[in-house]
């Protein structure tokens, strides 16, 4: 059984710094890309990040970029999000997932998901 589980979400004062982790079981972790995705009140479902198989190749969406930075453990089965200059807007449940594709800023083009972990940025 395939099992995501986001962790490190917590209140922090924009300007500040968070990391966010995503434990994976249950799968080969380092044949998927993985990604986070957040989701704010009242919004939709926004792409923020994805890093390729094996590391190294990132790409993120312009509202994070140059703030947010991913990185991936595979001996570990292991992805973190760095955040940095956080923002009030930065502000959602942060979710993991794995897909077999990389490079998609499409939630439909990912299989596995974690239940997600709230991120607050207060002003």
């Known amino acids: 059984q395939v099992q995501l589980v986001e962790s490190g979400g917590g209140l922090v004062q924009a300007g500040g710094s968070l990391r966010l982790s995503c434990a994976a079981s249950?799968?080969?972790?380092?044949?998927?890309?993985m990604a986070w995705f957040r989701q704010a009140p009242g919004k939709d479902r926004e792409f923020v990040g994805t890093i390729k198989w094996r590391g190294g190749d990132t790409y993120l969406s312009d509202s994070v970029k140059g703030r947010f930075t991913l990185v991936r453990d595979n001996a570990k089965n292991m992805v973190y999000l760095q955040m940095n200059s956080l923002k009030p807007e930065d502000t959602a449940v942060y979710y993991c997932a794995a897909s077999s594709m990389y490079g998609s800023s499409l939630g439909s083009h990912y299989t596995y998901w974690g239940r997600g972990t709230q991120v607050t940025v207060s002003s």
């Open positions: 249950g799968l080969t972790f380092s044949s998927y890309a």
